[in-house]
């Protein structure tokens, strides 16, 4: 796993968090509750293939 990725992830959660306690202080609830899920996603798309090979790895090494 390359350092540049925990890094995007680190920057995203961040980024949330901080729009997150902003819109929350301005009384916009539903619009954190969007923003978490579309930061979520984001991390996701991210990680999809580093998943993709930890399965293949798991694949290898029961020989499934």
């Known amino acids: ?27 916009r609830d539903e619009q954190v509750t969007w923003l978490t899920v579309s930061g979520i996603l984001a991390v996701l798309l991210m990680l999809i293939s580093e998943i993709g090979d930890l399965l293949t790895a798991l694949r290898g090494i029961f020989g499934i």
Do not use: F, N
């Open 1 to 27: 796993m390359d350092i540049t990725l925990v890094l995007k992830v680190l920057g995203v959660g961040i980024l949330v968090a901080v729009s997150g306690q902003i819109l929350s202080k301005t009384g």
